[in-house]
């Protein structure tokens, strides 16, 4: 009998985050390309200047809302032990993540259900805050080593060491892959 078990290799937990981040992301474009063929009608006159500061403003909304709750995780104390740190900063990750992506969606949202509800310009509203859905979501939803380091911070608050860069690249000697952006 052949053992294939020596040959399996798990991938680091970055990289389904990335994968799961970039599904995330792409989800505002598409919505967009569906919204060109609906809303074809003098697509980027807007004749009132109101849904666009409303779009602006959930915009402004959301990235105080990232900042105070986006990065919120329960601290881990200086006794805690590495490999439970680890997995509580790992989870605590992919939480933030999912919720930094809701938060960071709402202009997208917002602007959506906006641009059906004016006359003229709907798709120009939907762009509008599609681009301040999607700069969000750049900074604070995908997995880079800026989100990384905040939610580390947020961790570690009460003096505790834990290794999320590590728990989220993977350790080859465990049989992980190191997946480098």
């Known amino acids: 009998m052949v053992d294939l078990r020596h040959d399996v290799v798990m991938t680091a937990p970055i990289a389904s985050l990335r994968i799961f981040a970039g599904a995330l992301v792409m989800s505002p474009l598409w919505i967009g390309i569906a919204l060109w063929f609906v809303l074809t009608d003098e697509p980027f006159s807007v004749h009132a200047t109101w849904p666009l500061v409303v779009v602006v403003a959930a915009g402004v909304a959301s990235a105080g809302a990232i900042l105070t709750l986006g990065y919120r995780a329960p601290a881990i104390s200086a006794s805690t032990p590495s490999a439970e740190a680890a997995a509580t900063g790992l989870d605590a990750f992919r939480t933030?993540?999912?919720?930094?992506?809701?938060?960071?969606?709402?202009?997208?949202?917002?602007?959506?259900?906006?641009?059906?509800?004016?006359?003229?310009?709907?798709f120009l509203i939907y762009l509008v805050g599609a681009a301040i859905g999607l700069a969000l979501m750049a900074t604070h939803v995908w997995p880079g080593d800026g989100v990384i380091a905040r939610t580390q911070r947020s961790l570690e608050r009460d003096g505790g060491r834990v290794p999320l860069r590590e728990a989220l690249y993977g350790d080859p000697a465990q049989g992980t892959t190191t997946y480098q952006p």
């Open 96 to 122: 933030g993540t999912t919720m930094r992506f809701a938060l960071a969606e709402a202009p997208i949202l917002v602007a959506l259900v906006l641009a059906f509800v004016v006359v003229e310009g709907g």
